[in-house]
């Protein structure tokens, strides 16, 4: 059988995909490819092939494996990665002709998350994911399961070695939803307590790699990991900003997408990626060196629009100016802004753009207000800000961030 080597030292993979015509097969095995090397292996060979449907047993052709199994002993390859979701049975069949590890797109990309996952919400989201795409798969993952089946010969004393692992999965899956169902409540809170406080919310959201962790960063300084490989960071981190008309705002950093991210992965990370559906504004991050960019702006539109983003008003942060593979392409609007987060660039406009966008919740004013209504400095300093103040003859001058239920009565004494 196959020897698993020291984890330090990087894996050499091949890596397969069945091309049936339902996505660019070339796309999707270079991205396979950016998964792998995040992963620690070393992608050594790719194999596609073309079929109109995928083989039950094996997913591709038999003849196609066998020769598979030639060019994995030339190339002392140690790990085969498919670029489908596999079942344990086709996953089983096929590590008993190749002779060596097999594993398929999600359950690699499970793994780089189990690697990245660094809050007790991140590791439970990751580990909830693994349980749920491992349960239908327990039949056919190895031979040393015991037989499962009813009448003569089949009862007796003690459960079968499946159906023990199999109740073991059911139990912890239901242990991992309370614990996060726990979590929930208190991010609702959370969510509750920002809206009650009038605290404004931008969530940063976008394909994995665009730069999302740079971006916040440079911003504020946030000492967030950021690298150059897929998912480099899982869990959420946010920080406040002040934007040009002195408002507030909390910047969220969410999980990165992919294309066909696996259906666990999104069900367990539901509550990180709402943090897009309840914020006031959404910052979609996309990569201007990437000759994928718009597809990859595609991907991120369509699981926003499952999340109920549709009404937030968002904006297209272009990142990666410098590196951009057109210059002559490049266009801002009310709702774009081309930046390098890199090299701090157009920071400005985004800081002003983000204002424009965001609904009217205070309003900058310079006000003179009469000595004998100086309690209306004190109600806009409990529900907004007062930057400055000047004593003057006829009153008190003020440069403040007015609330918008005070504006209508702090209209009386703009200057």
Known sequence: MYENKTEDLPVKAVLVCVDTGEFDSEISIAELSELAKTANAEPVAEVIQKRPTFDSAVCMGMGRLEEL???IEILEAELVIFDHELTGVQVRNIENILNVRVIDRTTLILDIFAQRART??????????????RLPRLIGLGTSLSRLGGGIGTRGPGETKLETDRRHIRRRIEYLEDELGQLKKQRNFSRSR???DGVLCAAIVGYTNVGKSTLLNALTDAGV???????ATLDITSRAIELPDGRSVMLIDTVGLIRRLPHNLVEAFKSTLEEAANADIILNVQDLSSPECAEQAKVTEKLLSELGCDGIPKINVMNKSDKALDPDILFEDDNTVIIS???????DRLLECIMKNLPETARRMKLMIPYENTAFIAKIRQQGKVFSEEYTET???????VDVKLIKEAENYII
């Not at 007790?120 to 994911?129: D, H, I, N, R």
């Not at 009153?395 to 961030?401: A, E, N, R, W, Y």
């Open 69 to 71: 199994k030639e060019e």
């Open 120 to 133: 007790k919400e991140g590791k439970l989201q990751v580990e909830l994911a693994q349980q749920k795409y």
């Open 194 to 196: 920002r809206k009650k």
């Open 225 to 231: 990991l950021a690298e150059n490989k897929l998912f």
């Open 341 to 347: 987060a890199k090299h701090y660039s157009g920071f």
């Open 395 to 401: 009153g008190t001058l003020i440069d403040s961030l």
